[in-house]
């Protein structure tokens, strides 16, 4: 064999076995280590990767669970406390407790509530129609109706009605991830504890103009009045730039509030029926707030008279008679 092409092969043998043994030693010095708890915990996660737990994804929070001792500020959302708990008996950590979240729609102004003063001709985007204009009706801190929020959530938890022209919350497949609430530019959705039995109570309105505006605009948005704040014993109603707010933290779901509300713009939900109140005469009358969708009113009937109403011939007949 060629002696150059042997000393050719040898040399190259030799820069191959240097730069493996460089590379080998540079790889230990600068290799970062990572938990292998991490994989099993992100195995664990629901992998939904929605960003609701803040973090870009399941990844990124499996990182969070494992580095943290103290994981009660973390909370994944869509996996909920059954998650939350396999996790924590994993890591060996304490079990983080949170209520349960759900999103609201804070807006009640339907069709028939809030009609329309001009009509939008472009792109059926709320966050370009909102970049534009404050929307087809008066109100322009209500629900635009061109869905954002329900191509953004991933869990197909929210619908647009096409009945009302609102968004609506599907509280079984709602994950709380948020992705709803981002979407929209109004700013109409947000995140509350479900309650215990699902049960709730919140103002339906997000609109701050005055009063009279407000009632001009649409006719269950929130005037302002105070009425909530001075019946609530509990000191859960804020009332500040004529608009209330609910607590939820300090809510007793005693729902006086939704009583005393003229407008019907706070909203109760998942309760049973009111019990019944006895009306004139021992008649049993149920109050009901605000329907999703108004009722017609029957025209009153006229009064019937016991004595059957005279035909013109007869009327002339009976003067002549008087008469004579």
């Known amino acids: 064999m060629n002696e150059t092409l042997i000393y050719t092969i040898a040399i190259l043998v030799g820069l191959g076995l240097v730069a493996a043994v460089v590379l080998y030693f540079v790889a230990q010095k600068f290799k970062v280590y990572e938990d292998p708890r991490i994989d099993e915990t992100e195995s664990r996660l629901p992998g939904a990767n929605c960003g609701g737990c803040g973090f870009p994804g399941c990844r990124g929070m499996a990182e969070a669970l494992v580095k943290n001792d103290d994981i009660s500020s973390l909370y994944c959302p869509v996996g909920g406390a059954a998650t939350m708990k396999a996790v924590a008996e994993y890591l060996g ?8 979240m759900v999103a609201v729609v804070r807006c009640g102004g339907s069709f028939c509530h809030r009609p329309r003063t001009n009509t939008f001709d472009g792109a059926r985007s709320c966050a370009v129609e ?32 096409p009945e009302t022209g609102l968004p609506e919350v599907d509280e079984e497949k709602c994950t709380a991830c948020g992705a709803c609430v981002k979407a929209c530019p109004k700013n109409i959705i947000e995140l509350r504890k479900k309650g215990p ?11 701050k103009d005055k009063g009279a505006i407000t009632r001009k605009a649409c006719s269950v948005g929130c005037i302002g009045c105070g009425k909530c704040v001075k019946t609530c014993p ?9 608009l209330a707010y609910i607590d939820p933290a300090k809510c ?14 706070i909203v109760e939900v998942n309760f049973p ?3 019944a109140d006895k009306g004139e005469g021992g008649e049993t009358v149920l109050t009901v707030k ?10 009153k009937a006229e009064t019937t008279e016991t004595v059957a109403a005279k035909t013109p011939a007869q009327e002339t007949k009976t003067t002549e008679e008087g008469g004579e």
């Open 93 to 100: 950590k304490a079990v983080p407790e949170k209520e349960p």
């Open 130 to 161: 909102a970049s534009l204009y404050g929307g087809e009706t008066g109100c322009t801190f209500g629900c635009l109706g061109n869905g954002d929020c329900t191509r953004a959530c991933a869990f197909d938890a929210i619908h647009m009605n």
């Open 197 to 207: 039995k699902g049960r709730r109570v919140f103002v339906s309105c997000v609109n």
């Open 234 to 242: 509990f000191e859960a109603i804020t009332l500040e730039n004529n």
């Open 252 to 265: 007793r779901l005693c729902r006086k509030c939704v009583a005393v509300c003229p407008t019907g713009a």
């Open 273 to 275: 029926p009111r019990p």
């Open 290 to 299: 605000r329907p999703a969708t108004p009722t017609p009113t029957a025209p």
